[in-house]
């Protein structure tokens, strides 16, 4: 099955800047801070009808009718409710498998965050924390609950597979990034030591969640592997019959493009992704069926600023004014949307990033160029082509 | 212009069905007793939520890409804030007008409830009360309301007008409807009095507020006034040179169509809308320019069952099981939305109800059929014709 797919982002694990509202009056700029700022009700209140209205059936409707078969969907580590002040949310995601099979999608659900955080985001849960490699019980409450989601779900005819862990970082980009500086940590002391997570332990990390998550889920379901921005470290890893139906997930932005010296035009993007991104992939497909679970459209040339790898208006960096048209914007769009999804053929499938946000570019002009990550947005306006 | 437009209902103003996570942990069916069941800080941060994920800039994108060119946004009494402990929503409408001006969409504003309710509907913000008419206060209350909304928005551009009033409830609509029976009203006592509200009195109020809103609203802007669910009725009104500008607005549903005795089969609705509903639409174009304002292709044969004139699952009448199978739902909605489409161009434009709801047919199946009035998921799902 080619998955032609869509991250359901921001829904059950949150990214401020897509719906800021769910942050108003706070200073919170992740998931960890926001209880810490309202009261329980105030926050519960804000969370569970944030769940509600952000997706709903209606949505998978959508999905389907852009062509789509499949939907990943990030789920914090606190889904099972068992760490509070955080909200569980198990019930939305026994709701969205129902919505699947009425319209016929596939779910991959991926563990976004755990304790600790895997890469110091905002979206892994904290921002400028990255200790869960180093803590034994954050690693162990991981594993469990891939057991339990392996086990509630394991035979659901919706599933698809199940994504071990988002984004662990590795030495790489954690230094590429400069995460600390670039998501600042609101504790330092909570901060101290964090650091990047080496190929190794992850190899291992991996091994383990397979041989736990294989003993609930059948061989037919996909065990998802995230290659840690390191595409091609995975070419001897899982060779032995054992491991079955394993794969390899790689995010591509072009943002992360940007900074390892793309050209920001709309002829760089393609030849970045004709002469480098697709044969990097074909090349890996050989060991492992790929699929690249994360890409969007947005580009710093579509924002009218070099963006620094995607750093955002919240950080300060923004434009000021449109500098494309309208028609110049759906040209560049659309081109580097076909040039990708190119690209993807070659390999298992993808999950574009992200299918909705609540950006503003016309009251906040800071916001114009990112509406580029919002599917739905884009199919509306002919960014995204709708026979793919 | 020919309007082909959209209602953004239960944005602004409330309707439990639409989104009852809203309404979660409290017995309150409408927006008047929702405040007195949660404290001030968790209702607030309910609705303020609710208007900013609800809808955003992506929404008028995708109405813009159905081909519409206009949307009627429903608005309540108390949006200026002054009205506690109901908060106040103007920003919200502002914003509005911006993003309608980046989509070329043009805005009817709506007033959609007064104090005391014009109908008792719970969309009226309070069930089973009907009193506005009988408190000089709370009329006056609304025309200053009215001269506010013409001098806040009368020169912008996106501006298409504004809608005196919503369903104003007459004897005849009261009685068929049986109003307090189906939205029973909570106090007795504040209900008590409560009444439909007579042609005569409508005939003064909207002359009234012409001349009031005239003093602000350029005679470009259009007057929209609701016909009290009588068509007909309006033939000698507002024939004088003074009268710039006036829309009759008539909300057309197929579910009051069978109270009336409309056959609850596709070829009974076909036949009402071309046979009956058509020539009274073109009949009262003669003497104003005519949208239908309300309609949808909601209809008691795509629910199973007789829906006595649209009472909702919530009054506990539901279908048990999907009678129909896609296909010959899709054939239903279809063929239904041409014949009304059909219909309209008779006049001068209409906007369906309504954009979006939250309805989860799957896990609460009662609200099968109940999905037709959501014109994305319609879309989604070719129920609505995509050119039109």
Redesign the interface.
Known sequence: MYINGVNLGNWLVLEKWM????F?GTTAEDEYYLPTQL?Q??YE??I???R???I???DF??I??FGMNAVRIPIPYFIMGDCPPFVGCVEELD?AF??A??YGLKILIDLHTVPGSQNGFDNGGISGVCKWAQQPDSVEFALQLLEKLSNRYGTNSSLWGIGVLNEPITERTWNAMDIQNRYKPVDLELAAGSAPISLDFLREFYVEAYRRMRRYLPEDKVIVIHDGFELKAWKDFMREAEFKNVVLDTHQYLMMAEMYGCEQSLEGYKKYVEEYLTGDIEEMQEYFPVICGEWSLFNSYGCGIDTAGGLSPVNGVEASEDKLNAESRKELYSQIALAQLEAWKKISGHFYWNY????????EPGWIGW?SW?L??S????WYPGEF
């Open positions: 719906s800021p509202g769910l108003e009261s009700k105030v209140a804000r569970k009808l944030h509600r209205e952000y709903s059936e209606r409707a959508a389907r009718s709701r129902l919505w099979e009425k909705k946000l609540l950006l503003d570019t016309v009251n509406d919002d739905g947005k199919v509306s306006l002919g």
